[in-house]
């Protein structure tokens, strides 16, 4: 749909009654960002505001725009806390637009700085970095990915010549979601082109991402190249950028961490990369720039002349063993090389769920080197991935065999072993892994995991304890000893836990959800309403959320908002049988009747056997009148379950009124069978025994008036055979 209803902004309008906009500063893809004044503060000064424009304005996803945009706003006004990022001053909507109003940045982006293609010295290349990662060191503190790290996003104030980080790509990821609605599971690439690695190419950001992003400005500030003119290996996917520039062998160690291929090889995060950093500021050294040409001819040329210098020297030396040796040696040097190259490829084909092409990667390493541990460790994701475990346990033993100690290894064993059903061998590898490496996460994960789902759930809350001892913010972690917690019926600490995950992770759908299922159960309905009120807006489609709810409402006697959340159950899911029944149930509390019984029989269509069902529609039936569908909907339900005694009752109710006399004193007695004392089978039973005997004299009564005197004894036998045959 077309977003025919946004505004074109210009110069002089008002926005949200207070800022006024000056001019346009730019345009992409995501929206608009204009120079503009608050009017409402002393002096009229600057901001910067962004016009994001949902390209979707149907009012389901325009809710779910609003509330992510809500949620990014407010991570937007928690990272500007820090000095040198602009601050959060207001977000609003405004004609199904959403605007953002930030803090105005004066001074010029590091692009322009870079755009001059002049080298820069090592250790203003240093102190750069360094800026960078303080900065970004507190983005990923608050659990937040940039996502967009490049030097059109990195600002220098005029004023005191500081580094300003803006721009995030989260903000970009929230609007690609409003542009392909919400709804949807696009997964859309966001970044600059040049500065995001191969993870972050296919939708899957890293910390480390933006470590990588960091990196090639250092290598583009010491180059003066940008980074399209960088070559890369296309084998393995690494930057060779030693050829441009030498460095000291400190500050090119740190660069090449930065921006290795495989996000595992990378710093983590900010944090680790910015104590890298550090490190090398005692140190300084002279930038010193090498011809292409000749670091060409180097790079190609120096294996070769090693060897030949290595086995030409032992001959003239007399040494012709020891320089055979070294001629061996140098070939399995090179033969190691090939074999690392070849395991990155594995890698890099596995993170991209190319399973096919990371197995011929991982066996090729492996004929090259077959004492290669990390490559039997790839060969074995690649095979559980496939769904391949027996394979896969060979080859995590096969590793576990050439490194004792690879935790690693030992991790993957046991994820194998608990997909075939090995739950205490699982159990016990992973302890095997957490002993070698006692902060192992993976490792507190699946044995947590497997507790919970042997029903160990004090054990499991200890491993989730310790994992979260390690990783305090694993919403996941939290939300699951939140559960061991609810199995155990210690309801406080489930709330306390379900807090914590949706502390982390508001958006966190199945936490409130159990929270409110823990707060129906504390009869605590109200709260539970706006828990489940909130787990349905973070996911419409959650079906037991909208059932729930409805329970709660219902019990709070809000029967038209109930009847709307079960609803909006049966909508999400269609086959959702407890959602139909309670739907019927509350219109037929509504005297919506003809509606309750056409959800009754919706449900008797999902579950032909549901009596509760049935038994709900006689009942409709009965007070519509429609006795002999009552009587037919009741016999069924005594069907089902013979012993169901309101059942027969309500039978034997609809049977009085159709006149059916001894049919309805039979069910009376079946219902007193299972429930002796049930009093209102017991009137009902005298009601019907009292209409059948005026039955049965009003029809003596009429047989002796029209029969003749002197018949009257013939006349006897005959109406004992007609009682007989119209009352037993």
């Known amino acids: 749909m077309n977003n025919s209803h946004s505004i074109n902004l210009a110069s002089g309008q008002k926005l949200g009654g207070r800022y006024q906009i000056l001019t346009q500063l730019g345009q992409g893809g995501f929206g608009r960002t204009f120079l503009a004044e608050d009017l409402y503060l002393p002096g009229c000064p600057?901001?910067?505001v962004k016009q994001l424009k949902p390209m979707a304005t149907d009012p389901d996803?325009?809710?779910?725009?609003?509330?992510?945009?809500?949620?990014?706003?407010?991570?937007?006004?928690q990272l500007g806390t820090h000095p040198q990022i602009p601050q959060l001053f207001a977000y609003f909507e405004e004609n199904q637009d959403f605007y953002l109003v930030q803090e105005y940045i004066e001074g010029e982006n590091l692009a322009e700085e870079l755009a001059s293609h002049q080298t820069i010295a090592e250790k203003n290349v240093i102190d750069l970095l360094s800026e960078i990662l303080e900065i970004l060191a507190f983005v990923h503190q608050q659990k937040v990915i940039h996502r967009d790290v490049n030097p059109y996003n990195i600002i220098r104030r005029k004023d005191d010549g500081k580094l300003f980080l803006i721009d995030f790509g989260a903000v970009k990821q929230i609007t690609t979601q409003m542009?392909?609605?919400?709804?949807?599971?696009?997964?859309?690439?966001?970044?600059?082109?040049?500065?995001f690695p191969s993870e972050q190419a296919i939708g899957s950001p890293k910390f480390s991402s933006d470590i990588y992003a960091v990196g090639i400005i250092g290598i583009q500030a010491l180059t003066g190249r940008s980074p399209q003119d960088i070559p890369t290996n296309s084998q393995t996917g690494e930057i060779n950028w030693h050829s441009l520039i030498r460095v000291s062998p400190g500050l090119t160690q740190v660069l090449n961490t930065m921006i290795r291929y495989d996000f595992r090889q990378r710093y983590p995060s900010a944090i680790e990369a910015l104590e890298a950093i550090e490190k090398l500021k005692s140190y300084s050294s002279?930038?010193?720039?090498?011809?292409?040409?000749?670091?060409r001819l180097f790079r190609q040329d120096r294996l070769t002349n090693?060897?030949?210098?290595?086995?030409?020297?032992?001959?003239s030396l007399g040494l012709v063993g020891i320089g055979a040796g070294i001629f061996v040696g140098v070939n399995y040097f090179l033969a190691s090389n090939n074999a690392i190259a070849l395991y990155r490829q594995g890698d890099t084909f596995y993170n991209l769920k190319s399973y096919d092409r990371a197995l011929q990667a991982y066996e090729k390493a492996l004929k090259i080197r077959p004492e290669y541990a990390e490559a039997w460790i790839g060969k074995g994701n690649v095979q559980q991935a496939s769904g391949k475990s027996k394979d896969a346990l060979n080859s995590y033993e096969k590793a576990i065999q050439i490194q004792p100690r690879n935790w690693q290894a030992w991790i993957g064993r046991a994820q194998v072993l608990d997909k075939l059903g090995k739950s205490?061998?699982?159990?016990?590898?992973?302890?095997?892994?957490?002993?070698?490496?006692?902060?192992?996460?993976?490792?507190?994960?699946g044995l947590a995991q497997i507790q919970m789902r042997l029903k160990q759930y004090p054990e499991a809350i200890s491993s989730f304890d310790r994992l979260l001892k390690i990783e305090s913010n694993n919403a996941s972690a939290w939300y699951q000893k939140g559960w061991a917690w609810q199995n155990l019926r210690d309801y406080k600490q489930a709330i306390d836990a379900y807090d914590k995950a949706i502390e982390i992770k508001p958006d966190l759908s199945s936490g409130w959800y159990q929270k409110g299922n823990v707060l129906m159960n504390l009869q605590k309905e109200e709260e539970a309403v706006q828990a489940y009120e909130q787990a349905v807006q973070f996911q419409p489609k959650l079906d037991i959320a909208w059932y729930s709810l409805g329970i709660a409402l219902s019990r709070l006697g809000r029967n038209e908002e109930a009847l709307n959340a079960y609803s909006q159950a049966t909508q999400a899911r269609a086959n959702n049988g407890e959602a139909w029944y309670q739907k019927g149930w509350t219109l037929h509390q509504l005297k919506r009747y003809d509606e309750a019984i056409s959800a009754y029989e919706t449900v008797i269509r999902l579950y032909p056997k549901n009596?509760?069902?049935?038994?709900?529609?006689?009942?409709v039936l009965y007070i519509l009148k429609r006795y002999e569908d009552a009587i037919a909907a009741y016999q069924q339900t005594v069907a089902l379950k013979k012993d169901y005694y309101r059942a027969w009752n309500s039978l034997g109710n609809a049977l009085l009124q159709v006149k059916r006399y001894q049919e309805a004193i039979n069910a009376y007695d079946r219902a007193l069978r299972y429930q002796p004392d049930y009093k209102q089978a017991k009137e009902g039973k005298t009601q019907a025994e009292d209409l059948?005997?005026?039955?049965?004299?009003?029809?003596?009564?009429?047989?002796?008036?029209?029969?003749?005197?002197?018949e009257e004894r013939e006349s006897g036998d005959i109406v004992d055979k007609i009682k007989r045959s119209l009352f037993n």
Request: with cysteine.
């Open 424 to 445: 205490q061998e699982a159990i016990d590898t992973f302890k095997g892994a957490i002993q070698i490496n006692n902060n192992a996460q993976e490792a507190w994960q």
């Open 306 to 315: 090693l060897k030949k210098w290595l086995f030409t020297g032992a001959f």
């Open 692 to 710: 059948l005997a005026r039955e049965r004299q009003k029809f003596e009564e009429n047989i002796q008036q029209e029969l003749p005197e002197n």
């Open 179 to 195: 542009v392909y609605s919400p709804r949807t599971n696009y997964t859309i690439a966001i970044g600059t082109p040049g500065y």
């Open 611 to 619: 009596e509760q069902a049935w038994y709900n529609k006689g009942n």
């Open 61 to 77: 996803t325009l809710q779910v725009a609003r509330r992510l945009f809500d949620t990014e706003a407010q991570i937007l006004h």
């Open 46 to 48: 600057k901001c910067v």
């Open 286 to 295: 002279k930038t010193i720039a090498i011809p292409r040409k000749t670091s």
